[in-house]
């Protein structure tokens, strides 16, 4: 398996833009996350799905955060408008059912001026 | 407090020496520990798992649980240069819900 997809992998946008962020987990993974991770607040969880709905968003920070999963190979996070303190990067995370191990795609950094 | 507190270092060693890194946690009720490694610009990666208070080994890594002080750690003994990268500690209540992570301490082994 590629393991977890995400695109952009690397995004500069202006303030007020909108961005969308792109995870495709891996094929049988039931649980996705959405996370973000900055130096000063670490690894923060967003929000996760399970089965392709939302269970817990309370990590969203604003309205501006939208996130969905249409079906279970797809999911995105939306930003808008985009601010500056949006830069960071975003990590997609999926995990089996009946497993504790999370995995990660790569990551997509954010830079919003 | 926060639920789990990670010194964020940075954390400078040389070659051979042995690393140790640490985790305090509140909440009583987590089951499980892990520590993942993130190499720069990459995502976090499993490292080690374990579900009891005791030591858990494999090769130079030793993961360490203490649920009466909250308390874990990671050993690396014979650091390399390759072991340089930040490592988040990570907790979690039961399977279906989500981690709790550190902040992550990051590491560097000098040659």
């Known amino acids: 398996d590629a393991g977890v997809i995400q695109s952009p992998r690397h995004e500069v946008t202006e303030m007020g833009q909108e961005v969308t962020l792109r995870c495709k987990p891996i094929?049988?993974?039931?649980?996705l996350f959405w996370y973000r991770q900055t130096m000063m607040r670490g690894l923060e969880l967003l929000i996760y799905?399970?089965?392709?709905?939302?269970?817990?968003d309370s990590g969203m920070p604003e309205d501006r955060f939208s996130a969905k999963m249409p079906n279970a190979s797809f999911s995105t996070l939306k930003i808008q408008p985009s601010e500056p303190r949006d830069s960071a990067v975003y990590f997609c995370?999926?995990?089996?059912?009946?497993?504790?191990?999370?995995?990660f795609g790569e990551g997509s950094w954010l830079t919003v001026v | 407090q926060k639920e789990v507190e990670q010194d964020p270092g940075p954390l400078s060693v040389p070659e051979g020496a042995i690393v140790s890194l640490n985790c305090t946690y509140s909440?009583?009720?987590?089951?499980?520990f892990m520590w993942y490694r993130q190499y720069s610009r990459k995502g976090p990666e499993l490292l080690m798992y374990?579900?009891?208070?005791g030591n858990k080994e494999d090769g130079r890594f030793t993961a360490q649980v203490d649920k009466s002080s909250k308390y874990i750690s990671l050993f690396i003994r014979d650091s390399q240069p390759s072991d340089s990268a930040t490592y988040l500690c990570?907790?979690?209540?039961?399977?279906?819900?989500?981690?709790?992570f550190g902040k992550g301490t990051r590491l560097s082994v000098i040659a």
């Open positions: 995370a999926c995990k089996v059912d009946a497993g504790n191990t999370i995995y």
């Open positions: 909440n009583s009720a987590f089951q499980y």
């Open positions: 799905f399970n089965n392709n709905v939302p269970i817990d």
């Open positions: 990570a907790m979690g209540l039961s399977g279906n819900t989500p981690l709790v």
């Open positions: 094929s049988g993974h039931d649980y």
């Open positions: 374990t579900y009891s208070s």
